[in-house]
């Protein structure tokens, strides 16, 4: 197996760090090119930027934020929000975007997908996938093709008739490279990964999957990566000192998965902060 990705998220609004619980309370985190700055500095392998007002209010993704990033990282960089098409897309690579990550767009014209793997090659789409329990038995609900889990779309403020799991094999078929996969039930929570949810997608899709909604410490990420994850998300335990990039790949590596090149001996001490809240 690769070794796992580790891969702070800087969900922005107005050009502002924020974050918030299951996508409500957002609260001012600081600067998306400071912080992604020093994440890269501890040692993460890639850096997610997710506009999470964009496609509600209509708009596109600042690309000045996208620009301002960019100026101060080094490693890949995945930018979602607002994409509606070829033009925004391009516009967000043209910015310093490695990746984008489309998420209502793509559930409103699946083929939206096609048309970005054609033109910017599968490597560079990721399906982003909210998914939220949809109230039957989670990890099967009962009927044919249905996983217990349901789409949200619009920042997890609007909920769509599609089977979560049905829809990352149609994304993957489609063009997408990567999924991206949101547990809103556990996002902010810190109650660990929705990993029923991450075991159904790893039996429909080959692509890498990014975990994403509910770290809190790296036995969370470990689960992840056993129920089939690629890569592990995270942003309060970052954003709010409780973990460095370094100290997580530090206490991944004592739980026997495989890390990136990224942390030393001093790393063993894991936490930035204890008893940070």
């Known amino acids: 197996m690769l070794p796992v990705r580790i891969i702070p998220c800087l969900d922005v609004r107005d050009g502002r760090v924020v974050k918030g619980v299951k996508f409500r309370g957002l609260t001012d985190q600081g600067d998306p090119a400071a912080l992604a700055r020093a994440y890269e500095e501890q040692g993460a392998d890639e850096v997610v930027v997710l506009d999470v007002t964009a496609t509600p209010e209509g708009r596109g993704t600042r690309l000045d934020t996208v620009a301002a990033v960019r100026a101060r ?4 960089l995945t930018v979602g929000g607002g994409i509606g098409g070829i033009e925004d897309a391009a516009a967000l690579l043209e910015a310093g975007a490695d990746k984008v990550a489309v998420n209502t767009a793509a559930l409103r014209r699946p083929a939206l997908l096609t048309d970005l793997a054609a033109r910017f ?14 109230g039957g038995v989670r990890g099967g609900g009962g009927r044919p093709g249905d996983s217990g889990y349901e789409v949200v779309v619009r920042s997890g403020t609007e909920r769509v008739a599609r089977d979560a799991v049905a829809w990352a094999r149609d994304a993957v078929e489609r063009g997408a490279g990567e999924i991206l996969l949101t547990s809103i039930d556990r996002d902010g929570t810190r109650s660990g990964y929705e990993l029923l949810l991450l075991r159904a997608v790893r ?3 080959q692509v890498p999957i990014v975990a994403s909604g509910g770290a809190d410490s790296p036995e969370h990420m470990a689960d992840a990566v056993r129920a089939g994850a690629d890569a592990v ?11 460095t990039v370094e100290g997580v790949k530090a206490a991944l590596a004592g739980l026997g998965v495989s890390v990136r090149p990224g942390y030393s001996a001093a790393g063993q001490t894991a936490r930035a902060g204890e008893g940070a809240a």
């Open 73 to 76: 990282l080094s490693v890949p």
């Open 203 to 205: 039996s429909v899709v």
């Open 233 to 243: 998300l995270a942003a309060s335990i970052f954003h709010q000192g409780n973990w």
């Open 121 to 134: 090659g599968s490597q560079c789409v990721v399906a982003s996938i909210d998914a939220l329990g949809s």
